[in-house]
């Protein structure tokens, strides 16, 4: 079983409406969630960062944790064909000092 | 967010020849850095951990004698790809995070390698 599992996607979009990420894990003993954007050929951007159960809003995006579910979500408002990336989720167990990411959500915001 | 740099950006080298990636965290410092590798169309692989002052602990799968990992101070890590031949080709990502609460990782730009 993986640590970390995403859809793989594409999941498409239009313009300005909500793009939804899905992100699950596997062990109950990671402590901080991540979302990173991905564009083609660059490298990591983090975007978001959670570490308690509930929502967490910055700008147009918003995170959700529910660590019962071990269950972590990246809503995207309003979206724009710039958020157009692979969006990888990872998680933290410090007692490893190791991130595990997932393989990416590819999602593609059309015009 | 905190800033980590690596140099080269890109490289071209012949088959048999050593390649040295440098990653510097610039405003911070980098308790542990972590290197990855990405083939086109693939997700980030961890290939190892290191921490300031002590080995480096390499991930299943990678040579550790070929991927030479060096973490020499709290703000430079580097990597030696040493005998590279062209399956060694890939995009290469270093990146920093320090013990505190959040945990974060800040990544590098990247080195796309090619291996002639």
């Known amino acids: 079983q993986k640590e970390v599992e995403q859809n793989s996607g594409p999941l498409s979009v239009p313009e300005g409406a909500i793009a939804s990420l899905n992100c699950t894990y596997s062990d109950r003993v990671s402590q901080s969630f991540f979302w990173y954007r991905q564009y083609s050929g660059k490298s990591p951007e983090l975007i978001m960062s959670i570490y308690s159960n509930g929502d967490k809003e910055d700008g147009r995006f918003t995170a959700q944790l529910n660590k019962a579910s071990q269950y972590v979500s990246l809503l995207i408002r309003d979206s724009q064909p710039s958020d157009s990336a692979t969006y990888l989720c990872?998680?933290?167990?410090?007692?490893?000092?190791?991130?595990?990411f997932g393989s990416g959500t590819k999602l593609n915001v059309k015009p | 967010g905190a800033v980590v740099s690596q140099h080269p950006s890109w490289v071209i080298c012949k088959s048999g020849t050593s390649v040295k990636i440098e990653c510097r965290s610039l405003d911070f410092q980098a308790t542990t850095m972590f290197w990855y590798r990405q083939f086109p169309k693939q997700s980030l692989m961890l290939m190892a951990t290191?921490?300031?002052?002590?080995?480096?602990?390499?991930e299943q799968g990678v040579e550790k004698d070929k991927f030479l990992i060096n973490h020499a101070s709290l703000t430079l890590s580097t990597l030696t790809v040493t005998s590279a031949h062209p399956e060694d080709s890939s995009f290469y990502i270093c990146s920093g995070a320090w013990l505190a609460d959040n945990n974060e990782q800040f990544f590098g730009p990247g080195t796309r390698l090619t291996v002639l």
């Open positions: 290191s921490n300031e002052g002590s080995k480096a602990t390499y």
């Open positions: 990872a998680v933290n167990k410090p007692q490893f000092n190791k991130f595990y």
